[in-house]
């Protein structure tokens, strides 16, 4: 996928997010996407759900779905990480995992690599300077 086809992902979600108050990260790497929303559940639930139908995406699974008290991806209307072109963090363990995600077999073993990640990405939050979008650029 091109930087423009990204961006232009990233552009909508803002969008869509923004009007139902919607939270979370995006990850690409390599023509995968790995996502995490934030919301109240029916908000989670409907743009889950328009992700499902749209005819671009394939294999589209829900990997953990959970209650939390307090969102981690506050303010971040759709945090993006190019796995791909981002050099700002060592990713190899992401990248790793990533990969690992489209081998595992089992739900307990994608559920543990989710969480594995979830952990990751938290940590890229905490530690950010900047909005994740900013990397993109163009």
């Known amino acids: 996928m091109t930087r423009a ?10 969008q869509n997010n923004t009007n139902q108050e919607i939270t979370g990260i995006l990850v690409y790497d390599r ?9 109240e559940y029916n908000d989670v639930e409907s743009v889950f759900a328009r992700i499902q139908v749209d005819k671009r995406h ?3 699974n ?3 779905s959970h209650s939390i008290q307090r969102r981690y991806f506050e303010g971040w209307k759709m945090g993006f990480y190019n796995l791909d072109e981002t050099e700002e963090f060592d990713f190899y363990k992401l990248k790793k995992c990533m990969k690992s995600l489209q081998d ?24 950010s300077v900047s909005q994740p979008e900013d990397l993109v650029g163009g």
Do not use: D, P, W
């Open 104 to 127: 595992v077999s089992t739900i307990s073993e994608m559920q543990n690599l989710a969480q594995y990640a979830l952990k990751i990405f938290i940590g890229l939050k905490e530690n």
């Open 31 to 39: 023509g995968h996407f790995f996502q995490v929303l934030e919301g």
């Open 62 to 64: 829900r990997i953990i």
């Open 58 to 60: 394939c294999r589209v």
């Open 5 to 14: 086809g990204l961006n232009k992902i990233l552009s909508v979600a803002h």
